[in-house]
C-alpha cells in the first residue's frame, strides 16, 4: 500500500534517495523501519532497488556508557569528517520506554552542529524492544543511507546490554568509548567488549582529566595484552581524546582507516562482510519467525496461561516451548 506522504511508486523513492533528497531518504527509512505488513513488500523492492548503490560506506559502531560522552564525540568528529568533504550518516539508537513504549529521540540535540550540517544526516530511532538496543531495521538504515551517497555511517548504540555485539555484528569498526580513571572499572568490564573492541578511545581528555586519561590508556593496553584480538591482522589501539576539545580525533579516524586497509589487504574485510550478509538474513528469519508467532491466534490465545504456569512453577519452560511447538508443528 502506498501512502499519500510517500512517492507513488517505488522507483520514484529510490530514484529521490539516489539523488540526496532528505525528506525522500527519511521517508524511505521510515518506511523500511515499518512493522505494518502492508509497508513490508514495498520496503524490500526499495531495498532491492537500492542494493547496488550500499556497501561502498565505512561503517562505525560506537559505544560507552551513558555519560561517556558519546553524542559529543560523533558530533565533533562527524563535524571534522565533512569538513574534509564526507557525508555522514548517523543512526542514533534510543533506548525505548519499557512502561510507555515512548522513546527520547534527544539526539538532534545532543548533536547540535551536525544536525543543521548539510552534509550530514541525523535518523534517531528508538529500539521498539528489540534485543541488543539496535532497531529493527538498522542494516537496512544503513544501505538507504549509502545509497543516498553517505560514505561515512556511524551507529550509536546506548551501551547497555547485548547493544555492544549487535551493533559490532553489522559494522566495519567498533569503537568502545571509555572515560578516565578506570580502576576498579577496569577489572569489573564484560571482557566480551574487549574481545570485539576494534579500537578504546578513552574520552574526557582534557584539562585536569589529561594525566588520568593517559594512565587509563595504559592500563587498557596492558589489558589487550591478555586478550586474544578478533582479528589477526589488527591490534586495536587504545586513544585518548576528547569530544568537547575536539582533540585526538584525527588520529581515531587515521585508525579506523588503517583498520579498513589493513583487513582488505588480507582479505579479510570482504569475508566479514559477507558473514555479516549472512547473519542478517538469520536476524531477520527469526525477526520473520517471532512476527508469525505472535500472530497466531492459537498462540496468542495459549501464552497468558503458560506464562502463569510457568512463573507459579507448575510447568518448565522448555515444556511451555513444546506445547507452542505443538501448535504451529514445529
Request: hydrophobic letters at 40%; a negative charge.
Amino acid at each position: 500500500m502506498v501512502t499519500a506522504s510517500m512517492p507513488q511508486d517505488t522507483q520514484a523513492l529510490a530514484d529521490a534517495v539516489r539523488a540526496g533528497d532528505r525528506t525522500a531518504l527519511g521517508r524511505a527509512i521510515t518506511l523500511v523501519e515499518s512493522r505494518k505488513p502492508e509497508h513490508e513488500e514495498r520496503a524490500q523492492a526499495l531495498l532491492l532497488a537500492l542494493l547496488p548503490d550500499g556497501g561502498k560506506a565505512n561503517r562505525v559502531g560506537i559505544t560507552g556508557i551513558p555519560g561517556v560522552g558519546k553524542s559529543t564525540t560523533i558530533d565533533a568528529l562527524g563535524q571534522m569528517l565533512t569538513a574534509k568533504g564526507h557525508k555522514v550518516a548517523v543512526l542514533a539508537v534510543d533506548p525505548t520506554s519499557q512502561r510507555s513504549g515512548g522513546s527520547i529521540l534527544g539526539d538532534k540535540t545532543r548533536m547540535a552542529g551536525l544536525a543543521t550540517d548539510p552534509n550530514a544526516f541525523i535518523r534517531p530511532s528508538p529500539t521498539a524492544g528489540t534485543l541488543g538496543g539496535v532497531t529493527r531495521r538498522s542494516r537496512e538504515s544503513m544501505l538507504v543511507c549509502e545509497a543516498a551517497g553517505y560514505d561515512v555511517i556511524i551507529v550509536e548504540t546506548v551501551g547497555i546490554g547485548q547493544s555492544e555485539t549487535a551493533v559490532a555484528d553489522m559494522v566495519d569498526f567498533f569503537l568502545v568509548l571509555m572515560q578516565p580513571g578506570a580502576g576498579d572499572e577496569l577489572q569489573g568490564i564484560k571482557k566480551g567488549v574487549l574481545e570485539i573492541a576494534d579500537m578504546i578511545a578513552i574520552n574526557k581528555a582534557d584539562g585536569d582529566n589529561i594525566k588520568r586519561a593517559n594512565q587509563t590508556a595504559a592500563e587498557y593496553k596492558a589489558a589487550f595484552h591478555i586478550i586474544a584480538p578478533s582479528s589477526a591482522n589488527w591490534t586495536p589501539p587504545v586513544i585518548t581524546v576528547s569530544g568537547r576539545d575536539r582533540t585526538g580525533l584525527d588520529q581515531l579516524w587515521a585508525h579506523i582507516l588503517e583498520h579498513r586497509t589493513a583487513l582488505t589487504d588480507a582479505g579479510e574485510f570482504e569475508t566479514k562482510r559477507s558473514h555479516q550478509m549472512v547473519r542478517w538474513m538469520w536476524s531477520m528469519l527469526e525477526d520473520r519467525i517471532m512476527s508469525e508467532l505472535k500472530q497466531n491466534e492459537k498462540v496468542r490465545d495459549l501464552i497468558p496461561d503458560l506464562e502463569h504456569q510457568v512463573s507459579s512453577g507448575i510447568i518448565t519452560p522448555v515444556l511451555a516451548v513444546r506445547k507452542i511447538a505443538d501448535i504451529i508443528g514445529i
